[in-house]
Structure formats: structure tokens, C-alpha cells
């Protein structure tokens, strides 16, 4: 049974998160240039203790420029507010566009303001308004109060002469603000959440993806609060969705090694390595993540190729615990083939907040695959993998990933 690619990838994550798959990754996305967006914006949340009365507001002052390799370079500015509030059972929201005058937003995040009076016939965005007033004026200031938290990301990857590299950078300032939204609430508001925001994003590409470019798609900072110190994550492992013609049953096949060393600060180093492997056939649903020896898979250094064999049993401990209903014992014997090119991805960024801060430095490698496997035991059936030039059904990848931490976040930090 053929699956898109983009099926695939969801799975593989899926599993990645459940013990040791790596992440599945198609490069996609613009043509050859340059493309940016820069963005200042607040947001205003005000409820009442028993939620009879409310106020969202999120404001956005966004410019857009793209520079395709050969084509004309276009830009595209957008202010627009998108509100909605209510109380006692009357509600007044919608999305505007706005004037230049309309939102003043400092550079350094320390104030912005917002006076906008709109009515149904006003400009919106993408959808009608519903208001049940006539006309509605927005009035609100922020000052911002801080701390701010900033973060900044850049990241390069690429197949043979395609090349994509992106840099993004953010700050968040918690503020205090102020809002009337007459005639509801012609008193003012202080609201009980307010922030005002930066945003940039910068994409340079080169080149053309080639078929099968496994790259983009890197993991984000490390998952989980932890303490100050550094924190290492590597894994490698394989990915693939199979299938029977003769009995139309498919296989979700996935398997591969993890390992996580944490040195904080304070308390004892530690280092875990697991293998896993995750069964899922179809249409039954029956399925198992188990816990594995590490030499039941082996992954080639260059992503060329894979194998995977090992027997699961009763007494074969469980991811998590989770009972299997597959019928056990099985062995599995599967053999994957990198179709290429190999794709990759190193991504470096930094988040700070007072005297907090965290880096994160990452490197993920993919080639696409194609893969045989057979289950023997309890079930005895033989699978094989559908791909062609452009789509394939799974993946060889490895990744790492090291975190940095220093200081302690802030309650009040906006992370």
C-alpha cells in the first residue's frame, strides 16, 4: 500500500518520542532566494473571576519580503488586530486591519498602544467581524514590565548542492496594560496577562531539493525543566511502513538506540541508554514497543543501510510499561537500504531570560529507505516497503543533541 511521505513522517516522530526512532525529514519549501519576515506585536487578556466578563486582543504589525533567484522581489506589510469581548451575554469580535497611526509599538518592547475605532463595514482580515454593537472603539496601553526573554536560532541543511539556512530570533516583554473596549467596557481594564513582542525570520536557499532530500526538521531545545548543567542526547534508528499483497496486512516497523547523559551542577551524573522496537500491523491494531538488547539493530555510520533482528517474548519488558497485544513470541527480521541522498541538518540556539540561559546545539542526519522485514513465531508473514523516484515509506537517521543550561528560570519568565 503506498503512503505519502508526509504520513510517514508523523509516525516516525511519533515513535521518536515513544524511545529511540529518529526523526523522518523531507526538505521542502521556497524555490532559490531569499525570503524574511519581521514582526511587532502585543497581546491583552483580561477575565473576570467567573468568566461573565472577557477580552482577548492580539495585535500584529508584520512586513514580508521574498527575493526569488530570478524573479522579482515582492514585500507585503500587514497591521492588523484581531479582538474579541464579551459580557453579559452580548459579544463584540473580529479581525481588522490597520492604519500606520493606529499601533505605535516601541523598538526595545518598553511600550506600545493601540486606538482603533471599527465598525462592520471596517477592513478585515480573512473573515467577517461579528459585532453586536454598531461601532467599537479599542483603546489600550502597555508598559512593559519585564523580564524579557529572548531566543535566537540558526540553522543550515541540505542535500548534495541544495542548501537552506534560517535564522530566527525573538524577545517576549511581560507589561502591564490598560484597555477600554467601549460600549462594553467603557471603564478601564488592567489586564490579567499582557505581553508585548518582537519576531524575525530570515531564509536564504540555494540550489534545488533534489528526490528524496531527507533534510530540514531538527529538533527544538531540550525537552523537559532541568537544572543548570550540560545534557547530551544521541540516537540512531530506522523508520518504515511495510506491507503483504497477498494478505493485505501492513507494518509499521520501528526500532532503534538512545542514549542520554546528564551532568548538572548539582547531583550526580548520569547515563541511560535504550533500544527499543515498536510493531504495529493493520488493520488488526495489534501492536508492542518493547525494550531490546543493543545489538538486535545496526546502523551503518553513512546511513547506507540498516538491520534489525531480534526475538520479543512474554518475559520481554515493555516501553513504559505498556502491555503488547500482539501474540508473542515474534522475531522480527527486517533489512533497510539508504535510497539517498543522505540530508542534513545542524541547528544552534540560544534562550535567555535574567540570568537565565540555555543553548542548544543539534545535528540530525536522514536518507530515505527502502526495507524487507519478516515476522516468524507466533505470526508468520513477510513485508516489503513501497517507494518511488520522489516518496518513500520510511528512513535511516541519526541525531544529537547538547544542552547547556545556566542560572534558573524565572517564574516570570514568558518561556
Same mark, same amino acid.
Do not use: Y
Given at each position: 500500500m503506498k503512503r505519502r511521505l508526509a504520513a510517514v513522517m508523523s509516525i516516525v516522530l511519533a515513535g521518536a518520542a515513544a524511545h529511540a526512532t529518529p526523526a523522518l525529514a523531507n526538505a521542502h519549501g521556497p524555490g532559490a532566494g531569499s525570503y524574511s519576515s519581521n514582526t511587532l506585536g502585543a497581546t491583552y487578556t483580561f477575565a473576570s473571576d467567573d468568566f461573565s466578563q472577557h477580552v482577548d486582543l492580539f495585535l500584529s504589525d508584520s512586513l514580508t519580503t521574498s527575493q526569488p533567484l530570478g524573479g522579482p522581489p515582492t514585500s507585503t506589510h500587514k497591521m492588523q488586530v484581531f479582538f474579541s469581548a464579551g459580557a453579559n451575554g452580548q459579544e463584540d469580535s473580529g479581525c481588522f486591519l490597520l492604519d500606520g497611526s493606529d499601533f505605535v509599538i516601541s523598538p526595545d518592547l518598553s511600550s506600545a498602544s493601540l486606538h482603533k475605532t471599527v465598525t462592520a463595514d471596517s477592513p478585515a482580515c480573512d473573515f467577517p467581524p461579528t459585532l453586536a454593537d454598531p461601532e467599537v472603539t479599542l483603546d489600550v496601553t502597555w508598559t512593559g514590565s519585564g523580564p524579557a526573554n529572548t531566543g535566537h536560532t540558526t540553522e543550515q541543511s541540505g542535500c548534495q548542492g541544495f542548501q537552506i539556512e534560517t535564522v530566527t530570533s525573538g524577545t517576549n516583554n511581560r507589561a502591564t496594560a490598560a484597555a477600554t473596549i467601549s460600549p462594553l467596557f467603557s471603564d478601564a481594564m488592567t489586564a490579567t496577562r499582557a505581553v508585548v513582542y518582537s519576531g524575525d525570520f530570515t531564509n536564504h536557499v540555494q540550489g534545488t531539493s533534489p528526490p528524496l532530500c531527507a533534510a530540514g526538521g531538527a529538533p527544538g531545545p531540550g525537552l523537559g525543566p532541568r537544572g543548570p548543567g550540560k545534557y547530551v &542526547? #544521541?540516537?540512531?534508528?530506522?523508520? !518504515? !511502513?511495510?506491507?503483504? +499483497?497477498?494478505?493485505?496486512?501492513? =507494518?509499521?516497523?520501528?526500532?532503534?538506540?538512545?542514549?542520554?547523559?546528564?551532568?548538572?551542577?548539582?547531583?550526580?551524573? @548520569?547515563? @541511560?541508554?535504550?533500544?527499543?522496537?515498536?510493531?504495529?500491523?493493520?488493520?488488526?491494531?495489534?501492536?508492542?514497543?518493547?525494550?531490546?538488547?543493543?545489538?538486535?539493530? /545496526?546502523?551503518?555510520?553513512?546511513?547506507?543501510?540498516? +538491520? =534489525? &533482528? +531480534?526475538?520479543?517474548?512474554?518475559?520481554?519488558? #515493555?516501553?513504559?510499561?505498556?502491555? +503488547?497485544?500482539?501474540?508473542?513470541?515474534? #522475531?522480527?527480521?527486517?533489512?533497510?537500504?539508504?535510497?539517498?541522498?543522505?540530508?542534513? #541538518? /545542524?541547528?544552534?540556539?540560544? /534562550?535567555?531570560?535574567?540570568?537565565? /540561559?540555555?543553548?542548544?546545539?543539534?545535528? =540530525?542526519?536522514?536518507?530515505?529507505?527502502?526495507?524487507?522485514? @519478516? =515476522?516468524?513465531?507466533?505470526?508468520?508473514?513477510?513485508?516489503?516497503?513501497?517507494?518511488?523516484?520522489n516518496e518513500s515509506s520510511g528512513s535511516i537517521g541519526s541525531q544529537s543533541l547538547t544542552t547547556h543550561i545556566g542560572g534558573v528560570i524565572s517564574p516570570d519568565c514568558l518561556f
Open positions: &542526547h #544521541t540516537g540512531s534508528g530506522v523508520g !518504515q !511502513q511495510l506491507a503483504n +499483497a497477498d494478505s493485505g496486512d501492513n =507494518l509499521d516497523l520501528f526500532a532503534g538506540t538512545t542514549t542520554d547523559a546528564s551532568n548538572p551542577q548539582t547531583g550526580p551524573s @548520569t547515563n @541511560t541508554t535504550l533500544t527499543s522496537v515498536s510493531i504495529t500491523l493493520l488493520p488488526s491494531f495489534q501492536s508492542g514497543c518493547f525494550l531490546v538488547d543493543s545489538s538486535a539493530i /545496526r546502523v551503518a555510520t553513512n546511513l547506507s543501510g540498516a +538491520a =534489525l &533482528h +531480534a526475538t520479543v517474548t512474554d518475559s520481554t519488558p #515493555t516501553c513504559d510499561s505498556t502491555p +503488547a497485544t500482539l501474540p508473542l513470541p515474534i #522475531t522480527i527480521d527486517a533489512t533497510f537500504t539508504g535510497i539517498g541522498p543522505v540530508g542534513t #541538518t /545542524r541547528n544552534n540556539s540560544w /534562550r535567555s531570560c535574567g540570568s537565565f /540561559r540555555s543553548e542548544d546545539s543539534t545535528s =540530525l542526519t536522514n536518507n530515505n529507505s527502502s526495507a524487507v522485514a @519478516t =515476522l516468524s513465531g507466533a505470526i508468520n508473514e513477510s513485508f516489503v516497503s513501497t517507494q518511488s523516484a
